[in-house]
């Protein structure tokens, strides 16, 4: 999609940088987004519960990298939501027809 957005050559300068910044994202964190070459300690606060439900889905050792790939999601739907909006600005909102079509299309998507 990406190679696709970059090629158009229609889109505004902002979306391009955003799309650029998605794209770094993405192959930074590839599938595995604790393979990444520096990590950095940090402290962060979570819910007691929170924070047991993780250790106890993941097991010792494995706490660092769960909350690494989650941040990493996260921060990939940031960058997408933000290329949407600047999609929606530059071409204007999806035509409801083209929305039902896709609905249909893929119905177990939503």
């Known amino acids: ?3 696709f957005v970059h090629d158009v050559g229609k889109t505004s300068p902002i979306f391009q940088e ?3 910044r998605l794209e770094d994202a993405l192959v930074a964190h590839g599938d595995r987004p604790e393979s990444s070459a520096k990590a950095r300690k940090i402290s ?3 819910p007691e519960d929170l924070t047991a439900a993780v250790q106890q889905r993941v097991g010792r050792g494995e706490f660092s990298q769960y909350v690494t790939a989650a941040v990493a ?3 990939e739907l940031d960058l ?3 290329l949407s909006s600047l999609l929606e600005a530059d071409h204007g909102a999806i035509p409801e027809e083209f929305v039902a079509e896709a609905e249909a299309a893929w119905p177990d998507a939503g």
Do not use: K
């Open 1 to 3: 999609m990406l190679a």
């Open 18 to 20: 955003r799309a650029a």
């Open 44 to 46: 962060v606060s979570m």
């Open 73 to 75: 999601r996260q921060l």
């Open 80 to 82: 997408l939501a933000e």
